[in-house]
């Protein structure tokens, strides 16, 4: 089984729709982070959480919000989803901080019509 | 935009041949890592290069830092068709806690 799973994998919807992507590990990482990937923008924060209880926005946060259920559940939505949130969404997770890699999902594709 | 920026943003070789893509950053960094992505998949790590360390080996795989210039390259010896896929830079940057990433560069390996 996939340490890092996402779903849906793939979500069309339509503009004003309230749209939530999940995100689940199995590695026991404290951290976790969504990001969205767009054509020749390489992939940009949207959140990231260190523990339950910690909450941070990224570059990109605005139209976001996300929850922390619990160690292994960190949940995004998009209140009120536009086109231009059209894009590959990415969740990762990470052991702590400094010098350890993230380990990303397979992604959602989203599609806002 | 605190991304770095890769160069070149494309690269077709063919099988046997070396890959090598640069990568250019901002500010200063803790350390520098680097990332595959096949096609619409999530990034898998490659290759981490801390800020005091100069040049790093794993397989096939070349990394070397140079921090006065604020840039890294990563080199792929014996390129094979498999490694064709898109590769990003990641930067850690001082007192930030998280990583930041480049705009890629998309390897294309001809058998």
């Known amino acids: 089984d996939a340490d890092v799973t996402q779903t849906p994998r793939n979500r069309i919807t339509k503009t004003g729709k309230r749209i939530m992507l999940e995100c689940s590990q199995t590695?026991?990482?404290?951290?976790m982070y969504w990001y969205r990937q767009d054509p020749g923008l390489g992939l940009r924060l949207i959140y990231y959480s260190f523990d339950v209880k910690d909450i941070n926005k990224g570059e990109i946060s605005d139209g976001y919000s996300v929850s922390r259920q619990a160690q292994a559940k960190f949940s995004l939505s998009l209140e009120s989803a536009i086109p231009n949130q059209t894009a590959l969404y990415f969740c990762a997770t990470s052991a702590s901080q400094g010098a350890d890699e993230q380990f990303f999902g397979p992604g959602t594709r989203l599609t806002v019509l | 935009s605190q991304q770095g920026e890769e160069d070149p943003q494309a690269l077709s070789i063919q099988e046997g041949e070396n890959a090598t893509m640069n990568c250019s950053y901002k500010t200063s960094i803790n350390n520098l890592q680097w990332y595959r992505q096949n096609s619409g998949r999530g990034l898998v790590h490659l290759i981490l290069?801390?800020?005091?360390?100069r040049e790093k080996h794993s397989g096939r795989l070349r990394v070397t830092l140079d921090t006065s210039k604020k840039s890294s390259s990563l080199l792929i010896t014996a390129s094979r068709a498999a490694d064709t896929a898109s590769y990003f830079c990641a930067t850690e940057q001082t007192g930030a806690n998280n990583l930041f990433f480049g705009t890629g560069t998309r390897l294309t390996v001809i058998p």
């Open positions: 590695k026991g990482h404290d951290r």
């Open positions: 290069i801390r800020s005091n360390e």
